[in-house]
């Protein structure tokens, strides 16, 4: 067996194991006995891709952030880790894994369908600026992924009296990852700046995908100041998912359709 067969089987374990945690989460709701098994299928799901992108990186000699494959790959573990803390930390918000793990099953789909192919590191990738510029962009978005979550489920509790106080819940912790998600989303910008200049001797040009970038970043700095200023909930929510859109394609459409020399190398 190759080195890449064995890292793709990994890779399928892992799914497998993820599947029965989203499975087991989306029906468990508030039972404590299932609650420990649950958490531990979801580690262990984490462990086994760990395993998968360490071996690939062994293999190629860099990160899983060049072609799509990789970077789905690494966007699929950082998403799946955000969902297996807030299941850790807000287990008794069961209703949100009805959104988010669809979303995870989605990119593991199109993950598999992805070629394997091994990728090169061009020279101007070289740098460790570029690993802070991708781990900040991870946190980035997987909290983003988050607040979006709750934002439907926001959107989704129907107004009334009873419900009135879980729906603002929902709200307060959506602002709160969307707050977060805001400080890394200008750390990535802030790194991915030093390394440009270090790069293409630049800090910033505008190219598609640096414009993308600020745009998302425009789009989360409005959306919290309009709920801090006029408390816009429904509103607020919906520009929440209206963010996550922007960074959706800025980190997956963007990247592979620009010609400009931030695009993936694919």
Same mark, same amino acid.
């Given at each position: 067996?190759?080195?890449?067969?064995? /890292?793709?089987?990994?890779?399928?374990?892992?799914?497998?194991?993820?599947?029965?945690?989203?499975?087991?989460?989306?029906?468990?709701?508030?039972?404590?006995?299932?609650?420990?098994?649950?958490?531990?299928?979801?580690?262990?799901?984490?462990?086994?891709?760990?395993?998968?992108?360490?071996?690939?990186?062994?293999?190629? =000699?860099?990160?899983?952030?060049?072609?799509?494959?990789?970077?789905?790959?690494?966007?699929?573990?950082?998403?799946?880790? =955000?969902?297996? +803390?807030? @299941?850790?930390?807000?287990?008794?918000?069961?209703?949100?894994?009805?959104?988010?793990?669809?979303?995870?099953?989605?990119?593991?789909?199109?993950?598999?369908?992805?070629?394997?192919? /091994?990728?090169?590191?061009?020279?101007?990738?070289?740098?460790?600026?570029?690993?802070?510029?991708?781990?900040?962009?991870?946190?980035?978005?997987?909290?983003?992924?988050?607040?979006?979550?709750?934002?439907?489920?926001?959107?989704?509790?129907?107004?009334? &009296?009873?419900?009135?106080? &879980?729906?603002?819940?929902?709200?307060?912790?959506?602002?709160?990852?969307?707050?977060?998600?805001?400080?890394? /989303?200008?750390?990535?910008?802030?790194?991915?700046?030093?390394?440009? &200049?270090?790069?293409?001797?630049?800090?910033?040009?505008?190219?598609? +995908? /640096?414009?993308?970038?600020?745009?998302?970043?425009?789009?989360?700095? @409005?959306?919290?100041?309009?709920?801090?200023?006029?408390?816009?909930?429904?509103?607020?929510?919906?520009?929440?998912?209206?963010?996550?859109?922007?960074?959706?394609?800025?980190? @997956?459409?963007?990247?592979?359709?620009?010609?400009?020399?931030?695009?993936?190398?694919?």
């Amino acid at each position: 067996m190759t080195s890449q067969q064995f /890292e793709l089987n990994i890779l399928y374990l892992a799914f497998l194991l993820y599947t029965a945690f989203g499975f087991g989460s989306f029906f468990s709701k508030h039972k404590d006995r299932y609650y420990r098994p649950l958490v531990i299928l979801a580690i262990c799901g984490l462990a086994a891709h760990s395993i998968s992108i360490g071996i690939r990186w062994n293999r190629i =000699g860099h990160g899983p952030f060049i072609n799509l494959y990789e970077i789905l790959s690494s966007n699929v573990w950082s998403m799946f880790l =955000g969902v297996t +803390l807030f @299941f850790i930390f807000f287990k008794q918000i069961t209703r949100v894994f009805w959104f988010l793990t669809p979303v995870v099953f989605i990119m593991m789909l199109w993950l598999m369908s992805a070629s394997p192919k /091994e990728s090169f590191l061009p020279p101007t990738y070289n740098t460790i600026w570029l690993y802070f510029h991708v781990i900040t962009g991870k946190f980035f978005f997987t909290l983003l992924f988050l607040a979006s979550g709750l934002a439907v489920c926001g959107l989704l509790t129907k107004i009334d &009296q009873e419900s009135a106080l &879980q729906q603002q819940s929902y709200i307060k912790l959506a602002y709160k990852f969307l707050a977060i998600a805001f400080l890394f /989303e200008s750390f990535m910008l802030f790194f991915g700046a030093i390394w440009a &200049q270090d790069a293409w001797g630049r800090y910033w040009a505008w190219d598609p +995908l /640096e414009t993308w970038a600020f745009l998302t970043w425009l789009g989360v700095a @409005f959306t919290l100041h309009l709920q801090v200023g006029f408390k816009k909930d429904r509103l607020f929510l919906w520009l929440i998912l209206g963010c996550f859109t922007l960074a959706f394609l800025t980190f @997956f459409g963007v990247p592979f359709i620009s010609t400009a020399p931030h695009k993936g190398m694919i």
